[in-house]
């Protein structure tokens, strides 16, 4: 099991029907494992991502939940903005999970590369971070998913490719790991 198969626990977890959005290479690691599951969520695929975003806005508008968009890096990434924008002005909670080039490239303008924490730092003022480490995935879904809800808008959450296809964490109450729950009031 990798990261990418927690992710997708923790989406069900949290009560994720479907999860809109454009394959790439930089999300494909995310896609497989939602194929994998058996008990959803469901990826609806759009032809667009800028579609993908704004459909995962009318679902958490028509559902009263969460709406979740995923996209590749880089193009895949600036082309969500829009949907993002409609969430933050709508007041309407969506998470995105976007995809990074590995971090081991990060800095050298490697294929596809975009300073990401630049481009969604005014549209995801709640919450906007880069999962740096395996361990770290569940406290950042919980939070993106907390900020979301509290703020009624728009959190990002950013996925390098190396932490998507990393084998999933053991985790425990070790120094130094965050344990998380689903949940939020």
């Known amino acids: 099991m990798s990261t990418s198969d927690l992710i997708v626990r923790r989406l069900r977890e949290w ?10 290479d930089g999300n ?3 896609l497989g494992a ?12 759009a032809r667009h991502e800028e579609g993908a975003a704004f ?12 709406g979740v968009v995923t996209s590749p890096q880089g193009p895949g990434a600036i082309h969500i903005l829009n949907g993002l924008y409609d969430a933050k002005l709508d007041s309407v909670p969506v998470v995105a999970l976007v ?13 596809q590369e975009v300073d990401l924490h630049t481009l969604f730092s005014d549209v995801a003022t709640p919450f906007l971070e880069t999962v740096t480490t395996p361990e770290q995935l569940p406290m950042v879904i919980d939070r993106a998913f907390r900020a979301a809800l509290a703020n009624s808008g728009p959190a990002v959450v950013i996925l390098p490719h190396d932490i998507q296809q990393a084998p999933e964490p053991d ?15």
């Open 15 to 24: 009560g994720v029907k479907r999860v809109y959005g454009y394959s790439g």
């Open 28 to 30: 494909n690691a995310l």
């Open 34 to 45: 939602i194929r994998r599951a058996e008990d959803g969520p469901e990826f609806i695929a």
């Open 55 to 66: 459909m995962a806005v009318g679902d958490a508008r028509y559902s009263r939940g969460v």
């Open 99 to 111: 995809a990074q080039q590995s971090r081991s490239v990060l800095g050298s303008d490697y294929q």
């Open 171 to 185: 985790l425990g109450q070790e120094h130094g790991q965050i344990v998380s729950a689903v949940h939020w009031s």
